[in-house]
């Protein structure tokens, strides 16, 4: 089975390096081209965690990106200029969505300020990515990575797809329901496990209770053509991380999770 891990980070500095080692891997490209050749992951999505600059955004030809708007590079005070940069982004083959980070900028993601991006979405019919659920510094605000703010900004943007990444963990209920109201709502499964799992059949036993709950509502939502396999890639260990998904997700629907959705939502032509 063919797999796109639609969530990745793709960042050489020492907090990336650190959460690799974790996690079992080493985060370079060398080591990440070997790990996707072992299980035949055949393309990633990095979402993008630098600056603005069109040089910053060079990736190797198994992965697309996601021009992100994270702390580093937005500003409301010049959404003009930024959305200048992003449509630069839009242009290129490789850039398949936008990237938001409510919880980390502290804007919701139905404010106007963001209307200019939702417009290029629409524009270059590329999905917008949203960072939803837990975060991993203190400095972020949940209140706005909650996944019930997301519904206001589908139901004015109908015509954009959103990707609630992350399924707005361990919001999952409040995610689900959000999805199943809003049809331009897709959601990925990254970023739920962390470090490296010595034994999954342990795993799954320790946290029984959380993985009933998880599959229970994925169940309830019964759209498994809206959700994307994805890892978060380095926090997360490759292997586990497959082992996990297959786990969560009715054999039937893998394909569908792990290749099929990706390859349609992010438009990459596989």
Not at 72 to 98: D, M, P, R, S
Not at 150 to 179: K, S, T
Not at 205 to 231: A, C, I, P, Q
Request: overall charge negative.
């Amino acid at each position: 089975m063919k797999i796109i891990d639609a969530h990745i980070h793709f960042c050489q500095d020492i907090y990336f390096d650190q959460i690799a080692e974790a996690a079992g891997h080493e985060n370079t490209s060398t080591h990440l081209r070997e790990q996707y050749h072992q299980y035949n992951i055949v393309h990633g999505v990095v979402m993008g965690n630098r600056s603005l600059q069109l040089s910053q955004h060079d990736y190797p030809d198994y992965l697309s990106y996601c021009v992100g708007l994270d702390s580093t590079c937005f500003n409301a005070t010049e959404v003009a200029q930024q959305a200048y940069w992003v449509e630069q982004h839009l242009q290129k083959e490789n850039c398949v969505g936008i990237k938001l980070y409510p919880g980390y900028n502290h804007f919701y993601v139905y404010d106007p300020v963001l209307d200019p991006f939702y417009q290029l979405a629409l524009q270059y019919k590329k999905p917008v990515a949203i960072h939803t659920g837990l975060t991993a510094t203190s400095h972020a605000l949940l209140k706005y990575s909650h996944p019930l703010t997301l519904d206001e900004a589908a139901v004015r943007y109908p015509q954009v797809q959103f990707v609630m990444c992350h399924i707005g963990n361990p919001w999952v209920v409040d995610a689900v329901a959000v999805m199943e109201k809003n049809e331009n709502v897709a959601a990925d499964l990254s970023g739920i496990l962390e470090g490296r799992i010595a034994s999954m059949p342990d795993f799954f036993t320790k946290k029984h209770s959380y993985m009933g709950f998880l599959t229970g509502w994925l169940e309830y939502l019964d759209h498994y053509e809206r959700l994307l396999y994805g890892t978060d890639w380095p926090l997360a260990n490759i292997a586990n991380y497959i082992d996990f998904v297959r786990h969560i997700i009715p054999e039937k629907h893998h394909e569908k999770v792990f290749f099929d959705n990706a390859n349609r939502i992010y438009g990459l032509g596989l």
